[in-house]
């Protein structure tokens, strides 16, 4: 993933997939994972912590419902 890959977030507490997120930097490790920063889209705000592979999935497109 690369800066502003549209991201759902795990959430440590509930361990579900929350959409409406972005990366916006890549913190490459010698010695251990890939961490990521991530920025809440709705107010721009970058999240205090950071993220593993792991914690992070590319934005999935929501399927159209059959109604519309």
Excluded at 35 to 50: E, F
Excluded at 59 to 68: G, I, V
Aim: charged share 40%.
């Amino acid at each position: 993933m690369h800066p502003g890959t549209r991201v759902e977030v795990r959430s440590r507490f509930e361990q579900r997939w929350t959409r409406g997120f972005e990366v916006s930097e890549v913190l490459e490790a010698d010695d251990g994972p890939t961490r990521y920063r991530v920025r809440r889209r709705s107010d721009g705000s970058i999240l205090p912590v950071t993220f593993t592979d792991d914690d992070l999935r590319e934005e999935r497109r929501r399927q159209p419902q059959w109604w519309s």
